[in-house]
């Protein structure tokens, strides 16, 4: 079982001039911890469902490239990536460049975008829910392409590209891991199942959600002739891995007979604190799990 690291908020320590040093003491703390992956939000404004708007956010990309910086091994990646905030052949170019640059580390977590009051207030094109899942599938298309050999043309319904040129291509084989959002059992999981080399679900919904989702993943594999076991499967705790570690071990274990691989944490503390103590009380522990 692997752990990830999912940094969601900037507002600690408040001093807006300590966030690049405290994000980049929390990725190499957490690096030599034995964290595997380090994924940040795809968000301008802070979430208002959890915090108020106008809390500090930084553009995702260029985070992860300031963290590819410091550190050597971590996977970086979104968690995930709106469709509607970039054209995808800019994407795609976004993600070979953090690839490129950071080693070969580089992961495309994708899904559906939501937060429509950052898109209105920032003027991004807010379409239907069924619209953007078409936008979805023709930039997973994109990407696929603009990592393989046809730099020619794509033409879709929502997206015109006259060429797929991509050079350098990314340091990844065959290309960057795709890794698809979200829980939606209809569109989201078919996806995966046609797209992905990897899900990723939240596990607020407890053991039987997950469950549930896996099992419907494994029924659009089927249907779509994919091998289902190809596809990593990774899980969002719901439980705060520092405030009762066996129970967070016990959740743990639960995903890992689902066969799932990676868990991402987010820090509910000082960041820094919390990576050294997920190396101190919990990464030691899950060498035992899976």
């Given at each position: 079982?692997?752990?990830?690291?999912?940094?969601?908020?900037?507002?600690?320590?408040?001093?807006?001039?300590?966030?690049?040093?405290?994000l980049a003491e929390t990725?190499?703390?957490?690096?030599?911890?034995?964290?595997?992956?380090?994924?940040?939000?795809?968000?301008?404004?802070?979430?208002d469902a959890v915090f108020a708007a106008e809390e500090p956010m930084l553009e995702a990309y260029t985070t992860l490239g300031f963290v590819a910086g410091q550190t050597q091994r971590m996977t970086l990646g979104v968690l995930v990536t709106g469709v509607m905030y970039r054209y995808p052949g800019l994407l795609a170019k976004t993600v070979t460049t953090l690839d490129v640059l950071s080693g070969g580390r580089a992961r495309?977590?994708?899904?559906?975008?939501?937060?429509?009051?950052?898109?209105?207030?920032?003027?991004v094109p807010v379409v239907p829910?069924?619209?953007?899942?078409?936008?979805?599938?023709?930039?997973?298309?994109?990407?696929?392409?603009?990592?393989?050999?046809?730099?020619?043309p794509f033409n879709g319904k929502h997206y015109q590209l006259a060429e797929?040129?991509?050079?350098?291509?990314?340091?990844?084989?065959?290309?960057?891991?795709?890794?698809?959002g979200g829980g939606g059992e209809k569109k989201t999981l078919l996806l995966v199942a046609r797209y992905a080399d990897a899900c990723?679900?939240?596990?607020?919904?407890?053991?039987?959600?997950?469950?549930?989702?896996?099992?419907?993943?494994?029924?659009?594999?089927?249907?779509?002739?994919?091998d289902y076991d190809t596809i990593e499967k990774t899980v969002v705790?719901?439980?705060?891995?520092?405030?009762?570690?066996?129970?967070?071990?016990?959740?743990?274990?639960?995903?890992?007979?689902?066969?799932?691989?990676?868990?991402?944490?987010?820090p509910d503390r000082h960041p820094v604190e919390?990576?050294?103590?997920?190396?101190?009380e919990v990464l030691p522990r899950l060498a035992d799990v899976g």
């Open positions: 079982m692997k752990l990830g690291l999912h940094y969601w908020n900037y507002s600690t320590p408040a001093d807006p001039t300590a966030i690049a040093p405290t990725a190499t703390t957490a690096e030599q911890a034995g964290v595997a992956s380090f994924t940040v939000m795809d968000h301008f404004f802070q979430m495309l977590g994708i899904g559906a975008s939501w937060y429509e009051r950052e898109q209105l207030g920032l003027g829910v069924a619209e953007r899942f078409e936008r979805l599938e023709e930039t997973l298309r994109i990407c696929r392409q603009m990592w393989s050999a046809d730099d020619g797929t040129i991509n050079s350098p291509q990314p340091l990844s084989r065959p290309h960057p891991p795709i890794m698809i990723n679900l939240f596990g607020r919904g407890g053991i039987d959600d997950i469950t549930r989702k896996l099992d419907v993943l494994r029924g659009h594999c089927a249907a779509e002739g994919r705790a719901s439980r705060a891995p520092l405030d009762d570690v066996d129970a967070f071990l016990a959740e743990v274990s639960e995903y890992a007979a689902l066969g799932v691989s990676e868990v991402q944490v987010t919390f990576a050294q103590r997920l190396g101190d």
